[in-house]
C-alpha cells in the first residue's frame, strides 16, 4: 500500500486548502482512510477519518465546521478541504490507512502512512 499526500503549502489564516492523498497498491473498500498533523515539538493528533465504503466522517473537535473529508472512489484518493485556517493548524500533514475497519483517532491502529505535506498558515 502506497500513501501520497499533497497540497499543502503556505496561506493566510482565514485562507483554505485541499489536501490530497492518493492511495494505491490494493483495494481499499474496507478500510478507513484518516488525516493527522504533526505540529513542531508535539505529538501527532488526530484530524479527520473517513470510512471508504459507506462514507462515515469523524472529526476532531477542534477542526468540526471548518474541514471536510471526502473520498473519490474512481481515482482512489482521499481529500481534506481545510477553510477558516488558523495558525494553530500548521503542521505536517499526514494521511494514513487503517485495514481493520476500526478507524478512530488512534495513531496505532492505523498502518499504512504517507510522507506528509506542511502546512503553514501565517496571522
Known amino acids: 500500500v502506497q500513501l501520497q499526500a499533497s497540497g499543502g503549502g503556505l496561506v493566510q489564516a482565514g485562507g483554505s486548502l485541499r489536501l490530497s492523498c492518493a492511495a494505491s497498491?490494493?483495494?481499499?473498500?474496507?478500510?478507513?482512510m484518516g488525516w493527522f498533523r504533526q505540529a513542531p515539538g508535539k505529538e501527532r493528533e488526530f484530524v479527520a477519518a473517513i470510512r471508504w465504503s459507506g462514507g462515515s466522517t469523524y472529526y476532531a473537535d477542534s477542526v468540526k465546521g471548518r474541514f471536510t473529508i471526502s473520498r473519490d472512489n474512481v481515482k482512489n484518493t482521499v481529500y481534506l478541504q481545510m477553510n477558516s485556517l488558523k495558525p494553530e493548524d500548521t503542521a505536517v500533514y499526514y494521511c494514513?490507512?487503517?485495514?481493520?475497519?476500526?478507524?478512530?483517532?488512534?495513531?496505532?491502529?492505523?498502518?499504512?502512512w504517507g510522507q506528509g505535506t506542511q502546512v503553514t498558515v501565517s496571522s
Open positions: 494514513a490507512a487503517d485495514r481493520s475497519g476500526r478507524g478512530g483517532s488512534f495513531v496505532r491502529t492505523y498502518d499504512y
Open positions: 497498491g490494493r483495494t481499499f473498500s474496507s478500510y478507513v
